[in-house]
Structure formats: structure tokens, C-alpha cells
Nanobody, 127 residues
Framework: QVQLVESGGGLVQAGGSLRLSCAASGRTFSTYPMGWFRQVPGKEREFVAAIDWSGGMTYYADSVKGRFTVSRDNAKNTLYLQMNSLKPEDAAVYYC????????????????????WGQGTQVTVSS
């Protein structure tokens, strides 16, 4: 069992940057993969980025590749998402999630293999 709390969202102009954080408690943080996901009203939660337990492997949705960077600090039990060159279409509620099963290939990009969702943090991008 793990509890996740996201923070760092806000209002930013297009082209700006934000850094999201996800604080984890409960199960040993350094033992499981983590991911970032986002959701807008009326749509399903979608994959944004993921990272393995060590931080050595990262995965990104094509829509954010080259603009977003996922990282983790296992000593601080915290996951990060650095978002640069933000676009209006990046506006959403952002969630972090944990996975407690082995992930292979396309599984890294699928929302259904992650869980323990936090409350989310709102990102608004003005044009």
C-alpha cells in the first residue's frame, strides 16, 4: 500500500514551465515503478511519462517527448515531472501512480497497470 500526494500545479502561459512533485509514503519507494498521467473532463486518464524503480529507464508519450522530463529521488520518496514549453493542450489534472507488478514493453504506457492515485494537481496553460 502506498499513499501519493501531488503538488506543483498552477497557471502558466504557453511556452512556460512547471515542475510537479509527487510525495510517496507507505511501501518502500525505491522498489516500484512510477508514472505521471493526466485527465481532462470527459476523457480517460492518459499516460504521460513513467520511470523504473532506479530512475535508469524512462518512458514518454509522444505528445510530451522532448518537453517533459520525469525523474525520482528515492532518498526523498519523491517523483518529479519537469514540464517545459507548455502548450494549451497540456492543460489537465495531473496524477502520479505506482505499479506493483513487472512491466514489459507496452505495459509501461498503459494507465491500467498503475494505481494508488493521489488527488491530482491542476495544470492550466493560457494561450
Amino acid at each position: 500500500q502506498v499513499q501519493l500526494v501531488e503538488s506543483g500545479g498552477g497557471l502558466v502561459q504557453a511556452g512556460g514551465s512547471l515542475r510537479l512533485s509527487c510525495a510517496a509514503s507507505g511501501r518502500t519507494f525505491s522498489t516500484y515503478p512510477m508514472g505521471w498521467f493526466r485527465q481532462v473532463p470527459g476523457k480517460e486518464r492518459e499516460f504521460v511519462a513513467a520511470i523504473d524503480w532506479s530512475g535508469g529507464m524512462t518512458y514518454y508519450a509522444d505528445s510530451v517527448k522532448g518537453r517533459f522530463t520525469v525523474s525520482r529521488d528515492n532518498a526523498k520518496n519523491t517523483l518529479y515531472l519537469q514540464m517545459n514549453s507548455l502548450k494549451p493542450e497540456d492543460a489537465a489534472v495531473y496524477y502520479c501512480g505506482a505499479s506493483f507488478r513487472p512491466l514489459y514493453g507496452s505495459m509501461w504506457y498503459e494507465t491500467r497497470f498503475f494505481g494508488s492515485w493521489g488527488q491530482g494537481t491542476q495544470v492550466t496553460v493560457s494561450s
